[in-house]
Nanobody, 117 residues
């Protein structure tokens, strides 16, 4: 069974920084695309950033230049460094793993990020 556990959320003022981390159990991490998604109240869950097994990254336009996704395959972790945070970044952030070999996806429980103006 794969489990993803996020940490690092919290309350920060606009312009501040937070670092989210997601720890994955199980053996699929090295063969998975890892992503961070977010969902604000009343809105759909959207992709924020993702990183492939080889380190290729993609970002939502709204976070380009401010957020950085990274992974440590030895530690089975993926991180999201968030700088220059804006109130509109307020959401629950979720970690997602997509196993490349069968397309199965797994979600973490989410961590709240609140940016005050």
């Amino acid at each position: 069974q794969v489990q993803l556990v996020e940490s690092g959320g919290g309350l920060v003022q606009a312009g501040g920084s937070l670092r989210l981390s997601c720890a994955a159990s199980g053996t699929i991490f090295g063969g998975s695309v890892m992503g961070w998604y977010r969902q604000a109240p009343g809105k759909q869950r959207d992709l924020v950033a993702q990183i492939t097994q080889t380190g290729r990254t993609d970002y939502a336009d709204s976070v380009k230049g401010r957020f950085t996704i990274s992974r440590d395959n030895a530690k089975n972790t993926v991180a999201l460094q968030m700088n220059s945070l804006k109130p509109e970044d307020t959401a629950v952030y979720y970690c997602k793993a997509i196993a490349v070999f069968n397309g199965q996806s797994y979600w973490g429980q989410g961590t709240q990020v609140t940016v005050s103006s």
